[in-house]
């Protein structure tokens, strides 16, 4: 099994910055691509960013320029930095790590809550 564990979240005005973490535990396969996707209340959940085990990254239109993905695979983790907060960034955000169907799939974190004030 594989638990995910996000960190970071919270309030925090329009301009301003923060860094998610999530740390992934248990039987870990290090080829694998660990990404952050957000759901806002009455919406889907949505692709924010992507990392592979060999740092290939991908991002959302919408936050290209302003998140920054990066991970640690010594200690199984990923980051978030977010920074130029909007109000419309205001979303439940999890952590996801997929290790493709042929090594068990993919397990969710059970989210970080990031509010923006205007």
């Known amino acids: 099994q594989v638990r995910l564990v996000e960190s970071g979240g919270g309030l925090v005005q329009a301009g301003g910055s923060l860094r998610l973490s999530c740390e992934a535990s248990?039987?870990?396969?290090?080829?694998?691509?660990m990404g952050w996707y957000r759901q806002a209340p009455g919406k889907q959940r949505d692709l924010v960013a992507s990392?592979?085990?060999?740092?290939?990254?991908n991002y959302a239109d919408s936050v290209k320029g302003r998140f920054t993905i990066s991970r640690d695979n010594a200690r199984n983790t990923v980051y978030l930095q977010i920074n130029s907060l909007k109000p419309e960034d205001t979303a439940t955000y999890y952590c996801?790590?997929?290790?493709?169907?042929?090594?068990?799939?993919?397990?969710w974190g059970q989210g970080t809550q990031v509010t923006v004030s205007s």
């Open positions: 996801k790590v997929d290790f493709g169907i042929s090594y068990g799939g993919a397990y």
């Open positions: 248990g039987r870990i396969y290090s080829k694998n691509t």
């Open positions: 990392i592979t085990d060999n740092n290939r990254v």
